[in-house]
C-alpha cells in the first residue's frame, strides 16, 4: 500500500514570496504519477500540477514548480511570487498505474497554505 | 459547459434515511470515481468504475453502493445514514492513458442529524 506524507499542517507566508511545501511517499511501484491538488475555501479541488514518474525533468506550471527526487520518495511544490489567491489547502497525491488503467488517488493530509497581505 | 457536476451541493437529512448523489460528467472520460473528505479534510477513494464496471471498491460499509448508467454517470447511494456518513462527497473523472489525470467535481456536503 502507498502512503503520502506532508509533515507541514499549516504554513503562512507574506504575498509576493516564495514557498515550499513538503510531501513525502512510500511505494514499491515503478508506475505512477504525483500531483499537487489545491482546494481553496470553495471546497473545489483543482489541479495545480502533475509529474510522471518515468520523468527525470521536474514539472512546471507557470508559478508553480516541484522538486521531484524519486529515490528519496520526495515531491516537493514551490510557489514562487505568491498571490493572495494561493491561499488554500495543498494536497499532495499519488496514483500507481498499470496496463489495466489507473488506480484512486492515494493523498496526504494536506497542508493550510495562508499568504498574509 | 460544467466538466464533472454533482447535485445536490448539499444534503441534509436525518439518521436512517437512504439518499442519492449524482454525478455528470461531459468530458468523454471512461473512468469515474467516489472520494471522501472528512472533518479534518482527509480524503480518501470510496469506488472507481471503469466503463461501467466497478474497479475498485475500498473498504466503504455496504450501504454505500454506486450505480452507473452510463458512461458518463456514477450516482452514489447511500442506505440507512448514519452521524459518521457526514461528510464532503467529491465525484471525480480521468481519461485513459496516458494521461490519467483526475478532474473533481464540487462537491456534495452531506449532514447528517
Known amino acids: 500500500a502507498q502512503t503520502v506524507t506532508q509533515s507541514q499542517p499549516e504554513m503562512s507566508v507574506q504575498e509576493a514570496e516564495t514557498v515550499t511545501l513538503s510531501c513525502t511517499y512510500d511505494t514499491s511501484e515503478n508506475n505512477y504519477y504525483l500531483f499537487w491538488y489545491k482546494q481553496p475555501p470553495s471546497r473545489q479541488m483543482i489541479l495545480v500540477i502533475r509529474?510522471?514518474?518515468?520523468?527525470?525533468q521536474n514539472a512546471t506550471e507557470n508559478r508553480f514548480s516541484v522538486n521531484f527526487q524519486k529515490a528519496a520518495k520526495s515531491f516537493s511544490l514551490k510557489i514562487s511570487d505568491s498571490q493572495l489567491g494561493d491561499t488554500a489547502m495543498y494536497f499532495c497525491a499519488f496514483m500507481r498505474y498499470s496496463g489495466g488503467g489507473a488506480d484512486g488517488l492515494t493523498f496526504g493530509k494536506g497542508t493550510h497554505l495562508i499568504i498574509q497581505p | 459547459d460544467t466538466a464533472v457536476s454533482q447535485t445536490p451541493k448539499y444534503l441534509v437529512t436525518q439518521m436512517g434515511n437512504d439518499k442519492s448523489i449524482k454525478c455528470e460528467q461531459n468530458l468523454g472520460h471512461d473512468t469515474m470515481y467516489w472520494y471522501k473528505q472528512d472533518s479534518k479534510k482527509f480524503l480518501k477513494i470510496m469506488f472507481s468504475y471503469n466503463n461501467k464496471e466497478l474497479i475498485i471498491n475500498e473498504t466503504v460499509p455496504n450501504r454505500f453502493s454506486p450505480k452507473s448508467p452510463d458512461k458518463a454517470h456514477l450516482n452514489l447511494h447511500i442506505n440507512s445514514l448514519e452521524l459518521g456518513d457526514s461528510a464532503v462527497y467529491f465525484c471525480a473523472s480521468s481519461q485513459a492513458a496516458p494521461l490519467h489525470t483526475q478532474y473533481f467535481g464540487p462537491g456534495t456536503r452531506l449532514t447528517v442529524l
Open positions: 509529474q510522471e514518474a518515468y520523468k527525470q
